[in-house]
T-cell receptor, first 118, second 108 residues
Framework: DTEVTQTPKHLVMGMTNKKSLKCEQH?????MYWYKQKAKKPPELMFV???????INESVPSRFSPECPNSSLLNLHLHALQPEDSALYLCASSPGDRLLRDNNQPQHFGDGTRLSIL | DAKTTQPNSMESNEEEPVHLPCNHSTISGTDYIHWYRQLPSQGPEYVIHGLTSNVNNRMASLAIAEDRKSSTLILHRATLRDAAVYYCILRGYQKVTFGIGTKLQVIP
């Protein structure tokens, strides 16, 4: 069991659908991350929220829309995705730092949502 | 951006030590070196991290070269449960760079 919970575990959607991925942690962490992982590849950073504010957007297409409604929750809203967006989407959290100098903090990962676009 | 280089795969016999290398010749002064491992169908799991000095914890040891251009993750006695993909990662301020990962096979 991980301390970062992601739902759903699997999601199949059409290219015209709108869906959301959810991530929750109750460790009091203030930094939360979204990663995308294609098969047999390392995770790629998509977004970082620090103290509920978006601090990094790694040039992700606008069909992916992140949201951090409070310090425990992180959502990823999906709309008009393409087949190449099929991947494992991982959420992670770390304690956070108001000066964004959190590079010495371990990240805690969830087990991901496996997304398939038809 | 700084990059890391790792071998694609390695093998180890059970109960033998394993040394997993990582090259990061373009590391910057503020980059920490992190190691994570990932089992199939799971998210990455934190193993260890360090800046300049060698580090030990209950899972592993991390040896960092004096010039910081390379590091080695040491598993002291490999078990079957250590079979996973091991990622060497550089973490700077607001950036995370994963290596391609080394798939470790442990032979009984």
């Amino acid at each position: 069991d991980t301390e970062v919970t992601q739902t759903p575990k699997h999601l199949v959607m059409g290219m015209t659908n709108k869906k959301s991925l959810k991530c929750e942690q109750h460790m009091g962490h203030r930094a939360m991350y979204w990663y995308k992982q294609k098969a047999k590849k390392p995770p790629e950073l998509m977004f970082v929220y620090s103290y509920e504010k978006l601090s990094i957007n790694e040039s992700v297409p606008s069909r992916f829309s992140p949201e951090c409604p409070n310090s425990s929750l992180l959502n990823l809203h999906l709309h008009a995705l393409q087949p190449e967006d099929s991947a494992l989407y991982l959420c992670a959290s770390s304690p956070g730092d108001r000066l964004l100098r959190d590079n010495n903090q371990p990240q805690h990962f969830g087990d991901g949502t496996r997304l398939s676009i038809l | 951006d700084a990059k890391t280089t790792q071998p694609n795969s390695m093998e180890s016999n059970e109960e033998e030590p394993v040394h997993l290398p990582c090259n990061h010749s373009t590391i910057s002064g503020t980059d920490y070196i992190h190691w994570y491992r990932q089992l199939p169908s799971q998210g990455p799991e934190y193993v260890i991290h360090g800046l300049t000095s060698n580090v030990n914890n209950r899972m592993a040891s991390l040896a960092i070269a004096e010039d910081r251009k390379s590091s080695t993750l040491i598993l002291h006695r490999a078990t079957l449960r250590d079979a996973a993909v091991y990622y060497c990662i550089l973490r700077g301020y607001q950036k995370v760079t994963f290596g391609i990962g080394t798939k470790l096979q442990v032979i009984p």
